[in-house]
């Protein structure tokens, strides 16, 4: 169906634990039917119900958490959910939310070869039903490992590695069929996740991650053929861990994950986390690991006790946002609870990341578990039936050697440089996704390929008939050699590296062409810089001594815009808290420019580029989601491209008059408001 | 030689360029012949560090250690590697301690040390390293913007502040702000003999300048006596010498100096800045240095120091907002510039927001460490000691 705004719309596939059909559900108070607005609603319905209320979740964004196992450091393996966790079940109900995860412990639930804790498995059961009393569903995860108590370390196991060890991988498949067996019929269940990251970490080589992957799904899919299965690990962060690449064992699940680990945080955004790239993390990572399946936002929250619960709940607040409107599949928090420490001593800091819950160790409410409310509440109102997310046909490519080993430097500086195309492209307010240089590219209307090294030649053919049959390509030198290929796509001569400079000077020879480019010569470290000859390319700005600095060619129906600087790399590389801010509009303006010309502009243009625009298309009316990536209250200007008769606040309120395209919006810091358009 | 030793050189000679990528390629290629180099270890954690690469920066160096205890500039490019990437505070400190042991003298590793236990929530152990460093060197500004850090956050800002001064002192960028105003930059020549200087008034400002800014601050004095015997309004001559009144601690007669050379010609950068240098060491003179370095700053926007130098006086009248935007603004100006970081470290504290503040001293240290160099003279020592 076409949309307004135009480009087809992509299907939404969604984890909906509400919705399954095929596993009996407890009645929900937010059905469709309740919705105000929703094409389903029944008119006998309407009039028999004297007001419509407001819903209490959004079913198409389930939000819940991580109950661990232990509370304390001190606690060990064989107090496994001891405590009585009916308290923070209520607390998570009242909360409104849908999810809650479970972890586990083969430790102690197979304490002897073939000996199953009935006991234990018992407790497992109770809590799955204190859950579903709750009106929560349960993503069981089998082989969690917390970091602090080894729950996945069998005693018997004789140290034999539980991922390969075929005998060992059998008793996994054992236990695995004991439990699907015993809760297939529970609809408190919700999916079954396979392992977690810090079991994950441990497989040396994709081809036994994903052999093991298969023999559990198959071990589940005897007995449930219905349930959702997932792996539990980010493909981007465990490669960054481990060298292993996950994306084929994640392809055979149903659902897949996204999930900012300590380690991929301190590798592509260690910074603060309230401002610049660490704000944009989780969309990244969660668009990276959109595989055409749904992503569930997982482990969200802080790393560390480091921060002020003021800060906890700011980093949640734009976690739960950037998942919303990054077509995440529901977000789970990384623990209710935060872990009673011992007290510290120099060199006994915790260097892992399973510390910071939502409430304290007491299960007092921190402000976090306040911003959790009020998301659920106001993610509730957005019928995502009904409002669509402009389809992205941008697209930032992920070059295949990223996935090549050391030494090749390519795969440590790429994902950093496409994190800094992203947030260009977010900050030029463009709808953006992450793409990897294999898939198909038919998608999409602009590609960003961002100081990438090396470029497949076959990828050079297909860039090539990109560019011929429309769309719009912009790709940044990355240094070495240049593949022949540029000359007949970007129309220019490739005479050579200048190697690294430490300012990069534009001077504007066409104005206007991409957009409103200023003259500059900023301080900043630049690795490479190619020469170029002039060909049929038009030369829209050098450098300060006449080089061309960025090409437009016109090939085809399409356009190949040429960048003569790794900038990404070099924003990535440098501190990117405090690159130029000549720099960072130089590149908004440039992506925003190709994007518009390219017919997938900004949606709705906005004056403030750390404020983040989604729009959401209705059939009459469209709601925009507005993130402040600031740590300051700012006020943005937004222009639409028709007129806005009023806007609403989602969560309620009375409607303000704009008549006009032009309107302000105050936004506080790391704030997030969503407005639901009228037009004239 | 053998081939062992031809990669293991040209990695470093790579390296030494800058050249990250052939010199990984060529650490990889030493290591096929022989794995067991702890110099071919260390030196390729230098080169992840440089990339900011620090889990491979920490494996590389702790497999350097591993194989040689004692190896020195493992040690550094290990304790940066934990320092930079966060986090791992607890092994930070038992590398700086080993680091500390291994080469006694250095300086950086106490500083860091003390970092890594503030960082840790240790103060007390923090303070005691920094005071370790000053000892061995008094003119170590990084350690002492730490013991301000410290002081602002014990007994607020008020205590802190004269450190924060003193720090600033011991900075050498503000002098190199003030000959960039002069003109002046180390091009490796050295300073003329003030005996074959050309009888001038160019010739000699040129030669007092440069003799000057190698702390040759006598034969600059006869210089710009010479200069103010012939033209006692000499604006830039005054200025000079109310700058090397500052160096000697006779803020009067700098105040004085500048005052005059303001008078004859508002328009000479270097006697504003002397000016204001002099109004910022009199502690109730804060408003007139904000002035005085608000009027740099706008003839000079471009370049971070003067902005730093205002926001130091409104720190000193407690205007925390615009001392905020103004070390901002520094920041933005350069991102390496360490005394803008610990500042703004400083007004964050104030306002709270601890964290913030605690990744302003760590882009400080990460940016002071860079650009010291430290590994190449650790490296050239072990490597020697080897031989």
């Known amino acids: ?680 | 030689m053998s081939g062992r030793g031809q990669q293991s050189l040209l990695a470093e000679g790579l390296a030494r360029q800058g050249h990250v990528a052939p010199a990984v390629e060529a650490c990889y290629q030493a290591l096929r012949v022989d794995d067991a180099d702890p110099l071919i270890h260390a030196l390729l954690a230098e080169l992840f560090l440089t990339g900011d690469f620090y889990d491979e920066a920490i494996a590389a160096a702790s497999r350097a250690i591993e194989l040689d205890p004692d190896c020195a500039p493992a040690y550094l490019a290990l304790g940066l590697a934990y320092d930079r990437r966060g986090g791992m505070w607890d092994q930070s400190i038992l590398v700086w301690h080993e680091l500390a042991e291994v080469v006694p003298d250095l300086v950086t590793a106490h500083v860091q040390l003390g970092e890594a236990f503030a960082s840790a929530a240790f103060q007390e152990e923090a303070i005691e390293a920094w005071r370790m460093a000053l000892e061995l060197d008094a003119s170590e500004p990084r350690a002492m913007y730490n013991l301000a850090v410290a002081a602002l956050k014990r007994e607020g800002m008020a205590t802190a502040l004269p450190g924060f001064r003193r720090a600033g002192e011991l900075d050498p960028s503000q002098d190199d702000f003030f000959f960039s105003l002069a003109g002046v930059y180390d091009d490796g020549t050295p300073a003329p003999d003030p005996a074959d200087v050309a009888p001038d008034r160019d010739s000699r400002l040129s030669a007092a300048l440069e003799l000057a800014f190698e702390e040759d601050f006598f034969s600059a004095v006869d210089l710009i006596r010479l200069i103010l015997d012939e033209d006692p309004d000499d604006a830039e001559a005054l200025a000079l010498a109310g700058y090397l009144y500052l160096k000697q601690e006779a803020v009067n007669e700098a105040m004085s100096v500048a005052l005059r050379a303001m008078a004859v010609s508002t328009r000479t950068p270097t006697a504003v800045y002397v000016l204001g240098a002099s109004f910022a060491k009199r502690p109730g003179l804060n408003r007139n240095a904000a002035r005085v370095f608000g009027a740099l700053a706008k003839a000079v926007p471009d370049d971070a120091m003067p902005h730093v130098l205002l926001a130091e006086s409104l720190l000193g009248l407690q205007r925390y907002g615009q001392a905020k935007n103004s070390y901002l603004r520094a920041v933005e100006l350069d991102p390496a510039c360490v005394r803008a970081r610990f500042g703004l470290a400083a007004v964050l504290l104030t306002e709270g927001e601890h964290s913030r503040a605690h990744w302003e001293v760590r882009r400080a240290a990460y940016h002071d460490t860079r650009r010291q160099g430290l590994f190449w003279r650790l490296y050239d020592t072990y490597a020697g000691g080897r031989s």
């Not at chain 1, 439990?179 to 081809?207: H, I, K, M, Y």
């Not at chain 1, 492209?425 to 198909?440: I, N, Q, R």
């Not at chain 1, 925003?592 to 750390?610: K, Q, S």
Request: negative net charge; aromatic residues 8%.
């Open chain 1, 1 to 680: 169906m076409a949309t307004r705004k135009g480009g087809p719309r992509q299907p939404r596939e969604r984890v909906a634990p509400a919705e399954k059909p095929a596993v009996p559900q407890t009645p929900r108070k937010e059905a469709p039917a309740a919705v105000a607005g929703s094409k389903q609603t029944a008119p006998a319905e309407v009039a028999a119900a004297p007001a419509p209320k407001p819903p209490r979740r959004n079913s198409l964004f389930p939000v819940g958490a991580t109950i661990y196992p232990l509370d304390t450091e001190t606690e060990s393996w064989n107090d496994w959910y001891l405590r009585d966790q009916s308290e923070d079940l209520d607390a998570i109900g009242e909360a409104r939310f849908a999810l809650v995860r479970l972890l586990v412990s083969w430790k102690v639930l197979e304490p002897q070869v073939g000996q199953y804790d009935e006991r234990a498995i018992d407790r497992l059961e109770d809590l799955i039903a204190a859950a579903r009393e709750k009106k929560l569903q349960v993503i069981v995860c089998f082989f969690a490992d917390d970091r602090h108590a080894e729950l996945t370390e069998v005693p018997w196991g004789k140290k034999r590695d539980p991922r390969t060890d075929n005998y060992l991988v059998q008793r996994e498949v054992a236990l695995v069929q004991k439990l699907v067996a015993r809760f297939r019929a529970d609809p408190g269940v919700f999916a079954w996740q396979l392992a977690n990251e810090a079991f994950c970490s441990g497989f040396e080589t994709s081809s036994a991650l994903e052999a093991w992957t298969r023999q559990l799904r198959e071990a589940i899919r005897e007995l449930d053929e219905e349930r959702p299965i997932t792996l539990g690990i980010d493909p981007e962060a465990l490669f960054r861990a481990t060298g292993v690449d996950a994306r084929a064992a994640i392809d055979t699940c149903e659902f897949g994950v996204s999930h900012v680990t300590a380690a991929y945080r301190a590798y592509a955004a260690e910074g603060p986390i309230t401002s610049g790239p660490s704000t944009y993390l989780d969309s990244f990572l969660l668009r990276t690991a959109g595989r055409g399946k749904p992503v569930l936002l997982d482990e969200v929250g802080v790393l560390s006790l480091d921060y002020s619960p003021g800060e906890e709940a700011a980093a949640l607040r734009i976690a739960l946002w950037s998942g919303l409107v990054n077509r995440g599949a529901g977000a789970l928090v990384r623990r209710y609870r935060d872990l009673e420490t011992e007290r510290r001593e120099p060199y006994f800091l915790d260097p892992f990341e399973t510390l910071v819950g939502v409430t304290d160790g007491a299960g007092r409410p921190k402000p976090a578990l306040g911003e959790m409310r009020t998301f659920v509440k106001t993610a509730a109102r957005i019928d995502l039936r009904h409002f669509e997310p402009t389809p992205e046909r941008t697209a930032v490519i992920m070059p295949a050697e990223r996935y090549l080993p050391l030494p090749n430097l390519a795969g440590l500086f790429d994902p950093r440089s496409c994190l800094a195309a992203f947030i260009g492209a977010k900050e030029a307010h463009l709808p953006v996704t992450v793409a990897f240089e294999t898939d198909d590219f038919s998608a999409y209307s602009v590609l960003l390929v961002p100081s990438a090294f090396e470029l497949a030649e076959k990828t050079w053919e297909r860039l090539a008939g990109f560019v011929q049959s429309g769309g719009s390509l912009l790709l940044s030198y990355g240094g070495g050699d240049a593949n022949s290929a540029i000359r007949e796509i970007f129309g220019i001569e490739f005479l050579g590296d200048a190697g690294p400079r430490s300012t990069l000077s534009c001077r504007v020879a066409q104005q206007e062409v991409l957009g409103t480019l200023d003259n500059f010569d900023v301080n900043i470290d630049v690795p490479n810089y190619a020469l170029l000859s002039g060909g049929t390319a038009t030369i829209v700005a050098t450098d300060a001594k006449g080089s061309p600095l960025l090409t437009v060619n016109q090939v085809g129906q399409g356009r190949a815009i040429y960048l003569a600087a790794p900038v990404e790399r070099a924003i990535a590389q440098g501190d990117p808290w405090a690159t130029p801010a000549a720099v960072r509009k130089m590149m908004r303006e440039v992506y925003g420019a190709v994007a518009r010309a390219a017919g997938c502009g900004a949606p709705v243009t906005c004056d403030v580029p750390e404020v983040e625009v989604t729009l959401f298309q209705g059939e009459t009316d469209d709601l925009v989601v507005l993130m402040n990536h600031a740590p300051e209250k700012v006020s943005a200007n937004l222009t639409t491209d028709r007129r806005v008769s009023s806007v609403t606040d989602v969560r309620g309120g009375a409607p303000v008059a704009v008549g006009g395209t032009a309107f302000g919006v105050p936004i506080e810091a790391n704030g997030a408001v969503a407005l639901r358009l009228a037009y004239a």
